[in-house]
């Protein structure tokens, strides 16, 4: 018994010791792990743009938007650990590329909690001020998207 626990841990241990850092196995493999990851992103500040929308139009209830802005800044967190421990290859494009998508993914964060906190303070000109900055994110995103295609 106190052998298969020990073999479990070590097992366990070798697993997460593995994937903390992902390599990737040159540039294209880079830019497609960059793109993966800002498409995820834009998917969790959409979500949260509609969240808040809604909010504002009285068309959600508060705590049904805090859940699901909630989940999607928990999902942008682990998009940003995901993404940050993928090494980058020694490439001065990739680590110009790391830089950015890491910026872009963290001010998507941020926009989110901001988002958070708004919604759990549902007045309407705190709700708008992060619809406004969800909405720059989002062109942000967007526009990241496009070039890494």
């Given at each position: 018994m106190k052998s298969t626990r020990h073999a479990a841990f070590a097992v366990a241990c070798a697993l997460v010791l593995t994937a903390c850092v992902t390599p990737a196995t040159g540039?294209?493999?880079y830019r497609g792990k960059a793109s993966a990851s800002i498409e995820a992103a834009i998917s969790e500040v959409e979500t949260t743009r509609i969240a808040v929308d809604a909010l504002l139009d009285d068309r959600?209830?508060?705590p049904y938007a805090d859940v699901t802005i909630t989940a999607a800044e928990s999902a942008l967190g682990a998009i940003s650990a995901?993404?940050?421990s993928v090494q980058p290859p020694d490439d001065p494009q990739a680590d110009e590329l790391h830089e950015t998508v890491a910026a872009l993914v963290a001010a998507a964060e941020e926009a989110v909690t901001d988002a958070r906190i708004a919604s759990r303070r549902p007045q309407q000109?705190?709700?708008q001020d992060a619809l406004t900055t969800l909405?720059?994110?989002a062109r942000e995103l967007d526009a990241a998207d496009a070039r890494l295609r």
């Open positions: 540039t294209d493999s959600i209830m508060v995901a993404f940050g000109a705190g709700l909405d720059d994110v």
